[in-house]
């Protein structure tokens, strides 16, 4: 009753408005209206779809699909857990490879490059993100892995060999090789969004820190970071779902094998690439339905890891974020 | 120079404070942007334990100056300058000098309130002591309490110490900044146009501090207002531009009294009068 109501008034006002004679604004309000709307169709469509289509593969398999590590289309068995870890520790292990890289560049590029320097390796870490997907994945295999095979795993497995993480033999196809390249896909997202927000604080700032007879190491570090820790933590959140979410070039590189690994030399899967890998094959309702509940479980992570990024910032930035 | 003030002002807090204000001697100064000549010229003396205001339109270089006496001026792209500035008979210019310890001696304070946002109050305080990095708590304690009382703000905050530098009114905020310098002890205060974005009240109180600090420090405070330069200033620097593209000028300098009541130059009395500017 009260929203009939409302939305009366609102429309009397509209009324008013074009009477006023500012039909501009109205005409504005409504179709920003009508876009908010669309954007929230869309999304809700969506999610409506993953839900409704993998209602078998739910009905079969309950809650226990989650920690499942079972793939077998021939008894109709399908579970989540062997992609969910492949997913998490590619996404986690290339966020937090390329955390530091992306604030490093970004550093250099704001604090000490000069402009013409700052414009055009600027440019060219923008370039990163305008490669094909496909192409990384060609790269890693064809480039990265053998390079990788020839150099770093001899190196690792001599001394980290003894940890679980690097034990067994390293053929290019891996866990590894994946979570290097995504390192290097998210590296734009990284490093171009930390830029910005470094930017944006504000002079006053730093030569507050200055006048306190800082250097330039220490205004850095105690002024401009700390007042853009909040955009820094959502750049590096961006980042990290674009991992989870990243499918072609993992595809290709992670070696697709169902099943849990211990070793980052194992071949795995992410819940992206067994989408991407094995939606040709899956003939029964079974199949296709659990391909959905996978889809929608993804969709929940990268939802959730947006979030979670947003309380943290808002939790974190005690001031004002970039 | 630095490790002295750290050690020393957490024993002299509370008691009468040994720091000295020193006089600085600016010779033939000239500051650029690239090529561009903001300010030419210069020559003048800041007297010890004064408040010496710098006047006139805007644009005319005040900000420049100002930053060239602690060597702000050249963290501006394409900043630098000709000629000297001596603190205390050293030129600050000087090869050997680290700026980095000039602007402990020579303090800034902005135009734009800027504590840092994800400090306390009480961390704002002492930043610039934390980068000295070994202080004692107690020593710490010491220093804020007693900064804040010179920057007439202890009263007001002594409650809040650990609230958000930001939490704080604009002119508390500009209060704090002005604690946040004293902390180091520097020999000179800088102050550019500091009560400009606040309320008259807040601006009084900063006045009124500066009527206590000068006791302690030497001051320059760049400001718009005739009045505050008129009433809380011992002598007065007149910048003025004669047209638009040329560098400012020190136009006129001398003693307050002289400069607001019989001044020697036509533009300097127009401006003075509010005929222009
Ligand atoms: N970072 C900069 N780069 C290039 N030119 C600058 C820069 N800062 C100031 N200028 C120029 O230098 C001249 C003097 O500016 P300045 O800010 O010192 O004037 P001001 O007297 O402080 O003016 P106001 O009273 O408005 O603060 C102006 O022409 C200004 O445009
Ligand atoms: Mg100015």
Redesign the pocket.
Known sequence: MFSILSALAQRIDLLKQVRRGNTGDVIYKVLAYLFGLALLGIVVAIIWELWVQSAFARQEFGISFLWSTSFDPVQAQFGALQFIQGTLVTAVVAVSLAAPLGIGIAAFLVEIAPRRVNAVVGFLVEMLAAIPSVVYGLWGIFVLAPFLRDYVAPWLTATLGWTPMFSGSFSGYSVFTASLVLTIMILPTAAAITRNVLQAVPKEQREGMLALGATRWEMFSQAVLPYAKGGVIGAMALALGRAAGETMAVTIIIGNARRIFTSMFEQGATIASVIAGNFTDADSGAYVSSLFLLGLILFAMTFTINVLARLLIKATSSGPTG | MSQEGGKAGPQRAGGTSSVTAQTMEVQNLSAY??K?K??TDVSMKIEPNKVTALI??????????I?TLNRMHEI????RIEGKVLLDGEDIYDDRVDPVQVRRKIGMVF?KPNPFPTMSVYDNVVAGLKLERRHKKSELDEVVEKMLRQAALWDEVKDKLSANGTDLSGGQQQRLCIARTLALEPQVILL??PASALDPMSSQKIEDAMQELKERYTIVI?T?NMQQASRSSDYTGF?FIEDMGQP?QLWEFGETSKMFSNPERQETEDYVTGRFG
């Open positions: 942007y690239n561009f903001a300010v006139g339109p805007s644009g005319c270089g005040k900000s420049t100056f930053r501006a792209r394409g900043g135009q550019d146009e760049v718009h910048f400012g």
